[in-house]
């Protein structure tokens, strides 16, 4: 096979990779430009990759050893595993083409072990932190390769710093249901503890109306960087700002949430394939 024809597998790969695992991610790539759309696609999958461990296996082992093979590759240990690893490959690919630094794809290996656990999230500024390293570096990435400056702007870590925290809130407001019945809690407990409510409340779904409260209130935080990363993306130059992309999406999935919860509910329906795009064509005319 020539080497074009093996880069063409390769990116084809990584394309329906992202698509399983992170649909927005995908959907906010098609509008990439070309230079930047595989080595932006990779860096969403590797995140994603990262993400879906958890769902995954059952205990704790079994996602260390899956997180061991990533800092193993990262820290420059590329046994056969990983040359067979057409994600692996990619990544390196990017890392090096673009000149990344691993230093940030390692602490989000390492920020990912907290998803292997049922230690609670305690409080706000390590929610922010968590996010950070497992959402934020992956937009600062994507906004330089767009660029093609290695090293982010302060504009970049703004817009990038916010949308993660916004994003991971919007998740972990999705996946409540989901966390609550295994014995998770991914958004910070203080906000909970602030309205009366207790670990075993949490996981137990009531006092619902509390609940509420505090899912309202995690809304509200979400919303507030949402906001603020809105206006720090308007002030970057242009050809960064489809690494933002997933913003209208993020936008959306928060809108219905905070319908459902303004009606009592927990649970929300995301906005369908085609509105996303359409919303994401809006969006960039606008900006």
């Known amino acids: 096979m020539s080497q ?46 990262l993400a879906a ?30 040359e067979s690893n057409p994600l692996a490959n990619a990544l390196f690919s990017a890392i090096e083409k ?12 390492a920020a990912r072990r907290f998803d292997l656990y049922q230690d609670p999230m305690p409080d706000q500024n390590q929610f922010e932190g968590y996010a950070g390293e497992v959402a934020s570096i992956i937009f600062q990435y994507a906004a330089q390769i767009c660029v093609g400056e290695q090293d982010a702007p302060e504009q970049f870590n703004d817009a990038a710093g916010h949308l993660g925290v916004a994003q991971t809130y919007v998740r972990a407001l999705y996946s409540f249901e989901y966390d609550r019945r295994r014995a998770q809690v991914f958004l910070p407990v203080n906000v909970f503890t602030a309205f009366g409510l207790k670990d075993n409340d949490i ?17 509200e935080h979400a919303r507030d960087h949402l906001d603020k990363a809105n206006k720090a993306i308007k002030a970057l130059p242009s ?36 509105r996303k795009i359409l919303r994401l064509m809006r969006w960039g005319l606008r900006k």
């Open 203 to 219: 996981f137990a779904g009531k006092p619902e109306e509390e609940i509420l409260q505090a899912l309202q209130s995690c809304a």
């Open 53 to 82: 461990i958890r769902h995954r296996v059952s205990e704790p082992m079994p996602g260390e050893i899956r997180l061991q093979f990533w800092r193993d590759a990262l820290e420059g240990e590329r046994h056969g595993d990983v």
């Open 239 to 274: 050809a960064a700002k489809p690494a933002f992309g997933v913003w209208p999406f993020i936008d959306s999935d928060l809108t219905r949430m905070q319908h459902a919860l303004d009606k009592g509910e927990w649970l929300a329906v995301k906005m369908s394939d085609w």
């Open 4 to 49: 074009r024809a093996q880069n063409e597998d390769e990116a084809a790969i990584i394309s329906a990779q992202l698509r399983e695992l992170d649909r927005d991610a995908y959907l906010a790539s098609l509008v990439l430009p070309q230079h930047a759309r595989l080595p932006i696609q990779t860096l969403h999958t590797f995140a994603a990759e």
């Open 98 to 109: 673009y000149k990344l630094s691993t230093v940030p794809l390692l602490r989000m290996v």
